[in-house]
């Protein structure tokens, strides 16, 4: 610090510059506390570069509608706020989602924090900003990860006071596989991919046991390491078991070097569902995938086809989709509506707070908040936990293309969502 | 059992094919490349770039990017490890991991996040078999072990068979020596890292053309073509292909007795040939043991 100041500052002595930059520093700080103030800062944290930027490449054109159409600033009980969005990337580093958190409390002085897609952005992000006191609203991973995960334990009150969370969860998963899974006639064994991480694990422990009470047969062979490169093993135990419904939650790479093998060891033609998580989110990894990629069957937890509106920019799900790949010339994501949603309750929960630059009230306004976004209404007084609302998750499948696009991502089944029209038929992936 | 055996060997070509340019540029240059991985990434990108703008069969573009990966090779030689080299073994294998993370990133930035892979191009020879009663054979990952027994065995002859192979070798010995019967130890190192970075054209191929990638591939790669190159020892340019296969065997028979056990056997293997080499005391700088070789 001190270095950098010298050549500016050539004629004062270290203490002397050291003291004149403390009074600054509290000088620029004083205006965020300000009774006047009326900028709203509204941190967004999300993973845009580095393994998980594929969650994040819708964001520059989430932040940018929003940008737009919140320009003219909103009002909140008779005061109108400028709104600045301060966008940072993760690079998909957990603690560097935490310097940033830190970094946006700190420096910037945001009023309040939002965080999207996996646990290894949000966490951290979630923590920092519990321990400083700012709220937190984030979307996009189970959250039975995030509240478990960072600590709550179940039949306890929540630990959390600043940080929200809304989406799907294992209930979500097992729902939309149940009745997937039960949409074609199959011999109800399922051999399962889940490796040794945290969703692997989860999984294993909570959505295994309840797809067996549903009445299918999990075959196991065992956890394994991310990035491994061969899966005969596996393969192997899939077929001596002779499965007919394969559900994986390995990584990218890794289900797409299983998928491959299990194509060249004959497994794939006695499959007919082949139902992944963690990967076939996005069109890039099933178009990846060359021939094996279509009959894929996935699970959305937002579609173009949702019957919804953002109130922050207006647009209906489908307008969202269609600007997107207007503007860019890519295939619609998912995730554009997801942070959008995030952009419609956190501009809910200031607006209800009444007294947005008060962070407490911020928080307690989502703990009450029930409010329509693009995805859907997020309803933090029904919750599973408390803060933590439900979304939905519906099983869909990728199929040829019909229009624009080489393949097409279509709902199979609305269980989570019934306000969400079933397009698709699921058909067997052998067939 | 036999079919443990098989994969085992058939993953092993790949990781063969994956270390041949680590070990060769090791074995002659004494020279880490941790950038290799990224640069293997590269020329998968390269591939998926010419069959996906211009169309051209991908066997072709492979064969384009093998010599696209040589010239590459050539200016990485000069701009790279040839000052860095000079500052001792240390800053060349900081240099080599700057230039990694540079790689990375400016891949993300030119392509994108996006998982890509070759096989779309390849029609359905990324998962093609031949069945042989129980057992299935991948095509591709036979060719994938023939071609890394092709360039291994290819390395080997020219090494100890051509007069550029002496010339080579003499420069990694002694540069200077090699200076004053005539050779021109510059020109043989630019050759060396060319030939090095066309067989990392053709591991990026065997990359892209089995599994899918990303900009950020590099990393888990250079970890397996390491362990091949040193299991396989830097005695000879073919102990690559025993050090594959011996890596491959045994990760898919810890597989077998544990689906965790993967990567714990390759791992153990790795350090048990490391360990056996440091108490046998042949594990000697590059130089040392080149004078061993045949």
Known sequence: MNSTGKPEFSGLDRRGFLAGAATLAAVTALPLRAQGDTTLRIGFISPRSGPLAAFGQGDDFVI?????????GIEIAGTTYTVEIIDRDTQSDPSRAAQLANDLINNEGVDLMLASSTPETINPVADSCEAAGVPCLSTVMPWEAWYFGRGAKPDEPSPFKWSYHFGFGVGEFAKAYITQWNLIETNRKVGVLYPNDADGNAVRAMLAPQLADAGFEIVDPGAFENLTVDYSAQIRAFKEAGVEIINSFALPPDFAAFWRQAAQ???LKDIKIGQVAKTG????????????GPGLSSAAYWHRDMPYSSPVTGQ???????????????QWVQSLGASTALFDVGIAALTASAAPKDKAAVAAAIAGLRTDTIGGVVDFTAGPVPNVAHGPLVGTQW????GAWPIDYVVTENTTDPNLPVVGTLHAYNE | MIDVVVQGVLLGGYYAILAAGLAFLYSVMGLFNLAHGSFAVLAAYFVVMLCDALGLDPFLAIALVVLALGVIGVVVERLVFEPSTRGGPLLSVLATFGLSVVLDNAMFQVFGANTRSLAPYIGDLSWASWELGDLYV??????????????LGGLHLFLTHTGLGRAIRATAQDADTAGLVGIDPRRARTIAAAIAFMTIGLAGAALGMRATFTPYSG?????FAFQAAVIGGSNSIWGTLIGGIVLGLSQTIGAEISTQGFFIAGNLVFFAVLFARLYGGSLRLPALILKRKV
């Not at chain 2, 990393?219 to 970890?223: K, M, N």
């Open chain 2, 138 to 151: 991948g095509k591709l990952a036979v060719i994938t072990l023939v071609a890394a027994v092709a360039v």
């Open chain 2, 219 to 223: 990393t888990p790669q250079l970890l």
């Open chain 1, 281 to 292: 989110l996005f069109p890039s990894d099933i178009e990846a995938m060359g021939s094996l």
């Open chain 1, 64 to 72: 940018a509608q929003v940008r737009a159409a919140v320009a003219g």
């Open chain 1, 265 to 267: 060891q004959g497994l």
């Open chain 1, 399 to 402: 199929v040829e293309g019909t």
């Open chain 1, 316 to 330: 209906s799900a489908e307008a969202l989709a269609a600007g997107y790949e207007a503007e860019t010339g890519t």
